[in-house]
């Protein structure tokens, strides 16, 4: 499940101007790079809701999302690695 936890937001990942086929790619690279603890807001021109749950999958409790604007025409989400000492075993 996707939850929030109050982070230090570093920068922002606009990928409206990136082709549909790139995005996922270019936002899985921005997370794979993201230091334990911070976060970034991903911009985007549609929910990215699915994600999420990719993302859980991916990162099993690693990451933190919350929304901070939706829509319509533009989507603002937190996305944040947690400190290394706050991750949740998932089995």
Not at 28 to 55: M, R, T, V
Not at 56 to 64: D, I, N, R, S, V
Not at 67 to 83: F, H, K, T
Request: net charge negative; aromatic share 12%; charged share 25%.
């Amino acid at each position: 499940m996707c939850e929030a936890i109050v982070e230090t937001i570093s920068q922002e990942l606009d990928v409206r101007n990136i082709t549909p086929a790139q995005r996922y790619a270019s936002i899985c690279e921005y997370i794979d790079q993201l230091a334990f603890g911070a976060s970034f807001i991903l911009i985007n021109d549609h929910d990215p809701k699915p994600l999420c749950g990719q993302f859980q999958a991916e990162y099993p409790g690693q990451l933190f999302w919350t929304y901070i604007e939706e829509g319509p025409s533009v989507w603002r989400v937190e996305i944040g690695r947690r400190d290394k000492t706050t991750w949740r075993l998932t089995g």
